[in-house]
């Protein structure tokens, strides 16, 4: 514009009207951005948790005091193009089996085994087992082998710690099924609820804390030996915990739930004998189906 106007010796009004550029748009001075603090500590925090989405991160610039509208995180983060990349699955159309009305900690713990590898090539079983109403992740135990004794030692460990649930939730698996664990089962009055073959999901709540360990945990480090594989185990429990925001329970930790709702030291099932609810009476309302699932209540 500047060329024309010095070349062939016209106005600026002139210039723009023969280049058909509005005056407005050629004068225009772009703004600062504003932005520039939040941006920057936006991709800081996406590098350190790459597989957090924007509503997660937002949760965690809230906690470290930037107050922002989540539209403005999602912007910034569309544009510094930090989505998370996700494989679509085709789903199958079928009716979801009821789930038991869960209204108390210890009410139902559920476990299952996830495998990974060393360097070596060497596999590594990993034992974990969560709290189904706080979503706490109470154990991740990993070893080259893992029977059915090594399971009730880390049940019987987290009884000590957290009191006995009142039912233990897992697959069929050799490890869950055998004479040892009926026993154990018995001896301690703990129902044992084996869900159907081939149906992971109606074991689901251990089934998502798979894809959150697999996703942010495992796929993210390479491990060199076992006592690697622990204390990164360890590390990520004590996050998911404390750290990471669970979007089921709007957002807070599962420690911070268990704080609001009253459980802050669970040791037992004698301690609560008033039944409690989500926030608002929100709870979770379900039933057990016992024609789609096998209860093996013992004692």
Same mark, same amino acid.
């Given at each position: 514009?500047?060329?024309?106007?010095?070349?062939? $010796?016209?106005?600026?009004?002139?210039?723009?009207? &023969?280049?058909?550029?509005?005056?407005?748009?050629?004068?225009?001075?772009?703004?600062?951005?504003?932005?520039?603090?939040?941006?920057?500590?936006? %991709?800081?925090?996406?590098?350190?948790?790459? $597989?957090?989405?924007? $509503?997660?991160? #937002?949760?965690?610039?809230?906690?470290?005091?930037?107050?922002?509208?989540?539209?403005?995180?999602?912007?910034?983060?569309?544009?510094?193009?930090?989505? %998370?990349?996700?494989?679509?699955?085709?789903?199958?159309?079928?009716?979801?089996? &009821?789930? *038991?009305? &869960?209204?108390?900690?210890?009410?139902?713990?559920?476990?299952?085994?996830?495998?990974?590898?060393?360097?070596?090539?060497?596999?590594?079983?990993?034992l974990s087992v969560v709290d189904a109403y706080t979503r706490e992740c109470l154990a991740l135990e990993a070893d080259t082998s893992l029977g059915s004794g090594r399971v009730t030692r880390?049940?019987?460990?987290?009884?000590?710690? =957290?009191?006995? *649930?009142?039912?233990?939730?897992?697959?069929?698996? *050799?490890?869950?099924?055998? =004479?040892?664990?009926?026993?154990?089962?018995?001896?301690?009055?703990?129902?044992?609820?084996?869900?159907?073959? +081939?149906?992971?999901?109606?074991?689901?709540? %251990?089934?998502?804390?798979?894809?959150?360990?697999?996703?942010?945990?495992?796929?993210?480090?390479?491990?060199?030996?076992?006592?690697? %594989?622990?204390?990164?185990?360890?590390?990520?429990?004590?996050?998911?915990?404390?750290?990471?925001? #669970?979007?089921?329970?709007?957002?807070?930790?599962?420690?911070?739930?268990?704080?609001?709702?009253?459980?802050?030291?669970?040791?037992?099932?004698?301690?609560?004998?008033?039944?409690?609810?989500?926030? +608002?009476?929100?709870?979770?309302?379900?039933? &057990?189906?016992?024609?789609?699932?096998?209860?093996?209540?013992? +004692?």
């Open positions: 514009m500047a060329f024309v106007s010095v070349e062939f $010796r016209l106005s600026e009004r002139t210039a723009c009207k &023969l280049l058909g550029v509005e005056r407005s748009s050629y004068r225009y001075e772009p703004r600062p951005d504003r932005n520039i603090e939040l941006r920057e500590a936006l %991709v800081k925090l996406a590098r350190q948790k790459p $597989r957090y989405g924007y $509503r997660r991160l #937002h949760v965690l610039l809230q906690r470290r005091g930037h107050e922002v509208n989540v539209k403005r995180v999602y912007r910034l983060y569309s544009e510094e193009r930090l989505a %998370v990349r996700r494989r679509k699955r085709k789903h199958l159309v079928r009716d979801r089996a &009821l789930a *038991p009305r &869960l209204i108390r900690p210890n009410q139902e713990w559920a476990m299952d085994f996830i495998v990974d590898g060393l360097a070596t090539g060497r596999m590594v079983r990993i880390v049940l019987e460990r987290l009884i000590e710690e =957290r009191g006995r *649930p009142e039912n233990v939730r897992s697959d069929n698996g *050799p490890e869950f099924t055998s =004479r040892r664990m009926l026993g154990w089962a018995e001896d301690w009055k703990v129902g044992l609820v084996h869900i159907q073959p +081939g149906r992971p999901m109606q074991n689901g709540h %251990v089934e998502s804390l798979h894809g959150r360990l697999r996703d942010e945990c495992l796929n993210a480090h390479w491990f060199r030996t076992l006592n690697d %594989v622990r204390s990164t185990l360890a590390s990520w429990r004590q996050e998911y915990n404390c750290e990471r925001p #669970h979007s089921s329970l709007d957002y807070r930790t599962p420690e911070e739930f268990r704080q609001r709702t009253g459980y802050a030291d669970v040791e037992s099932t004698e301690r609560f004998p008033h039944l409690h609810s989500l926030d +608002g009476g929100c709870e979770v309302i379900s039933k &057990l189906n016992q024609n789609r699932e096998t209860l093996v209540i013992n +004692g």
